[in-house]
């Protein structure tokens, strides 16, 4: 089983609204990601998780707050967004250990801010 | 500074015909390099990767070749069919846990019946 899950699956927003997505994976994965990919553009990094510690934070704006509650769930906390925010928010997981790492991707929240 | 590259942003390949996508990466630490596939609104799902210790890997109709000498990596879908039709993102990173993964822009393959 190599499903990583996540919620919703749309989502639209309004610029003062805080809302969550949720991302959740069984596969025992240590790492998790979350992406953010617009339009005919590749995937890019925001956060990394690994062994429920962040490990690293591309520069993203606080407006974006991540959480891992546990080793199976990876939540990203949104509030004050702006329009250039709408995006598909990808989360993926990864075994973590010193091995050369496959990450698994979730189908994406589609987040439009209005 | 784009680290990977997918020089080709679409190709058209007649059914049953071979696909060749083709990534060429600068970072010469890079040595685990996967293929993603991506239908439009859905997340992109893992196709095959290959370590730098192997030139070859291969699984049912995908085949990715790796030159290290030219830091340059193919995917051959062999015999393509319709519902390869998607963006294909060929993405690299280095030997170790949760390093991120850098991304090429894509390539997006058609498969005509």
């Known amino acids: 089983d190599t499903e990583v899950t996540q919620t919703p699956k749309h989502l639209v927003m309004g610029m003062t609204n805080k809302k969550s997505l949720k991302c959740e994976q069984h596969m025992g994965h240590r790492a998790m990601y979350w992406y953010k990919q617009k339009a005919k553009k590749p995937p890019e990094l925001m956060f990394v998780y690994s062994y429920e510690k962040l490990s690293i934070n591309e520069s993203v704006p606080s407006r974006f707050s991540p ?31 010193r091995r050369a790492d496959t990450q698994y991707f979730g189908p994406g929240t589609r987040l439009t801010v209005l | 500074d784009q680290q990977v590259k997918q020089n080709s942003p679409s190709l058209s390949v007649q059914e049953g015909r071979i696909s060749i996508l083709n990534c060429d990466y600068t970072n010469s630490m890079f040595d685990y390099f996967l293929w993603y596939k991506k239908y439009p ?5 893992f196709l095959i990767s290959i370590s730098s210790i192997k030139d070859k890997n291969e699984d049912g109709r995908f085949t990715v070749f790796l030159n290290k000498s030219a830091k340059h990596l193919s995917l051959h879908i062999v015999p393509s069919q ?30 005509i019946a």
């Open chain 2, 41 to 45: 609104a859905e997340g992109p799902t």
């Open chain 1, 67 to 97: 959480e891992c509650p546990n080793s199976s769930l990876l939540n990203l906390h949104l509030h004050a967004l702006q329009p250039e925010d709408s995006a598909l928010y990808l989360c993926a997981s990864s075994q973590a250990d």
């Open chain 2, 82 to 111: 319709p519902g390869d039709s998607a963006v294909y993102f060929c993405a690299a990173s280095r030997n170790s846990g949760n390093t991120p993964l850098v991304f090429g822009k894509g390539t997006r393959l058609s498969v």
